[in-house]
């Protein structure tokens, strides 16, 4: 994607995107790359969403939304790494927060509940007055940030009736407290599944999934542990095309 067009991109995306006068200003967002290494090569969680949805109809993705700011309120029993902090705060605007990146990475693990059953934490006591994060004190898992890792952020061009700034962060499986196995409650993903890196990548996804998942198999290669710390690529509309940059 780095170099293309504005006109590139929304042909590429014609069919990802409702095109059309949006906001100006993108929302906070957040989405989780779940991955599985208990077979010979890492899987990814991926599901459908529906095709009512106007934003990425019937395409496959991974689980994520919106960020709600009351996510940095709530408490977790492990916190983001340092240097994974740093990395989300890095090329952003003065007024985000490390309250605000902490809110970000939640709303990836709250997300992944409410629309893959899937509760990242640690099986214990938990209370929230958040309505949105009863699920985890129903089943009495604390959720926990301490196993996400930044792997990219990019922001959806002008021109789209949804913008987001979306940090794609990952975590291994291994940090899954609890799957549910009718789903979760939203039910917005249909068909999960898990798949190879290289499947994945053939399948009906949007452009910015693609890339996101070569970077994710180019940071595997070097660091197949995705330790702390590590470089994370940063997409976006500059001068009129598509660019790359790294954080």
Known sequence: MDGMTRAQIDKAESKDFAIGKGPLRPRDAATLLLLDRTGSRPRVLMGKRHQKHAFMPGKFVFPGGRTDPADGRVPATGDLHASELAKLTALTAARFTPVRARAIAMSAIRET????????????????????????????VAPSLEGLRFIARAITPPGRVRRFDTRFLAAWRDSVALELPDGGPTHELEELMWLELDD?????????????????????????DLKPGGDASFYRLLNGRFRREMI
Do not use: C
């Open 113 to 140: 509940y409410e629309e893959a059953g899937i509760l990242i934490g640690k099986r214990r006591s938990f209370t929230t007055g958040a309505a949105d994060w009863q699920g985890f004190a129903r089943h009495e």
């Open 200 to 224: 994945a990548k053939e399948a009906d996804i949007p452009t910015i999934t693609r890339a996101v998942l070569e970077e994710l198999q180019a940071r595997l290669t070097k660091d197949p």
